[in-house]
């Protein structure tokens, strides 16, 4: 099937969403297992030094431990070529004059912010209500105290980063909500604080992708199962997209999409791309 009849543009390097689309795991972000054809693509681009890189909307695990996740399948995905909401936040904050943050996520979200210079903050620590910023990450065992702790940090001038505002992600088990989503919803309802997303579909994430490929962000091609997600990031900027329908959009779901949140592929898998590179 074939969403867009007209011919790709020159692609200079690829970006790959994760769940749904190179790997499904479980609800807890663990049984990883690869899709088909995932490990053929990264390793036929590698043979032929396309350049490449995963970028996930998930902030629990730092990119260096994610990639090793990957490797550990078969998926050639070195420490510098996996991203995260977190790799784009660590490059947008000390741009921004962000030094502190209050993080709301497991340990594994503030690392690359840490990694910058960034000082981390935590709910109930002193000085979290004073944070430059407040980041908001994978927090499954949020609480009131830290929805209030970011409240005060925001109501004293702290601006609200946002790691992914995407309600669900494909899972193993089907669609899996996704936790910041929800805390930024309450954050933003309490506050009416703008929110600054650095996850995908932010122009912050594809400018970011476009820098560690090499290219311009025209010439990025962007493979992904969500057409309010990936689909919509690459067609703002101008790129390539490819879809995939291993995640929750299935064919029929893509079908009935608006222009903007159509591919100009439809893959069964991304297995599929070796035709196009073929």
Same mark, same amino acid.
């Given at each position: 099937?074939?969403?867009?009849?007209?011919?790709?543009?020159?692609?200079?390097?690829?970006?790959?969403?994760?769940?749904?689309?190179?790997?499904?795991?479980?609800?807890?972000?663990?049984?990883?297992?690869?899709?088909?054809?995932?490990?053929?693509?990264?390793?036929?681009?590698?043979?032929?030094?396309?350049?490449?890189?995963?970028?996930?909307?998930?902030?629990?695990?730092?990119?260096?431990?994610?990639?090793?996740?990957?490797?550990?399948?078969?998926?050639?995905?070195?420490?510098?070529?996996?991203?995260?909401?977190?790799?784009?936040?660590?490059?947008?904050?000390?741009?921004?004059?962000? !030094?502190? =943050?209050? @993080?709301?996520?497991? &340990?594994? /979200?503030?690392?690359?912010? *840490?990694?910058?210079?960034? %000082?981390?903050? #935590?709910?109930?620590?002193?000085?979290?209500?004073?944070?430059?910023?407040?980041?908001?990450?994978?927090?499954?065992?949020?609480?009131?105290?830290?929805?209030?702790?970011?409240?005060?940090?925001?109501?004293?001038?702290?601006?609200?980063?946002?790691?992914?505002?995407?309600?669900?992600?494909?899972?193993?088990?089907?669609?899996?909500?996704?936790?910041?989503?929800?805390?930024?919803?309450?954050?933003?309802?309490?506050?009416?604080?703008?929110?600054?997303?650095?996850?995908?579909?932010?122009?912050?994430?594809?400018?970011?992708?476009?820098?560690?490929?090499?290219?311009?962000?025209? !010439?990025? =091609?962007? @493979?992904?199962?969500? &057409?309010? /997600?990936?689909?919509?990031? *690459?067609?703002?900027?101008? %790129?390539?997209? #490819?879809?995939?329908?291993?995640?929750?959009?299935?064919?029929?779901?893509?079908?009935?999409?608006?222009?903007?949140?159509?591919?100009?592929?439809?893959?069964?898998?991304?297995?599929?791309?070796?035709?196009?590179?073929?």
């Amino acid at each position: 099937m074939k969403p867009d009849g007209a011919p790709l543009p020159a692609i200079g390097g690829y970006m790959f969403d994760v769940d749904g689309t190179l790997i499904l795991s479980d609800r807890l972000l663990g049984g990883y297992r690869p899709l088909p054809g995932a490990i053929e693509v990264l390793n036929t681009l590698r043979k032929r030094n396309i350049p490449y890189v995963a970028l996930t909307n998930g902030s629990a695990y730092p990119p260096a431990e994610q990639a090793a996740r990957l490797r550990a399948l078969g998926l050639p995905v070195g420490d510098d070529q996996m991203l995260t909401p977190s790799s784009v936040a660590a490059d947008l904050m000390p741009r921004r004059g962000v !030094k502190s =943050a209050l @993080v709301l996520g497991t &340990p594994g /979200v503030g690392h690359c912010l *840490a990694e910058a210079g960034i %000082a981390l903050r #935590f709910t109930g620590e002193s000085g979290a209500e004073q944070a430059d910023a407040v980041y908001v990450g994978w927090h499954p065992d949020c609480g009131m105290k830290d929805i209030e702790a970011a409240c005060h940090a925001i109501w004293n001038g702290a601006s609200l980063y946002v790691a992914s505002d995407v309600p669900f992600f494909a899972s193993a088990s089907g669609r899996t909500m996704g936790y910041s989503h929800a805390i930024t919803a309450a954050i933003r309802k309490l506050t009416r604080a703008p929110m600054i997303l650095v996850g995908k579909p932010s122009l912050h994430a594809l400018r970011f992708v476009a820098g560690r490929l090499g290219v311009p962000m025209r !010439k990025v =091609a962007v @493979v992904g199962d969500d &057409p309010a /997600v990936e689909i919509v990031m *690459a067609r703002r900027a101008g %790129a390539t997209c #490819f879809a995939v329908t291993t995640g929750f959009t299935k064919e029929a779901d893509w079908a009935a999409q608006p222009a903007n949140r159509r591919p100009h592929r439809l893959l069964s898998g991304v297995g599929d791309l070796l035709k196009h590179l073929a």
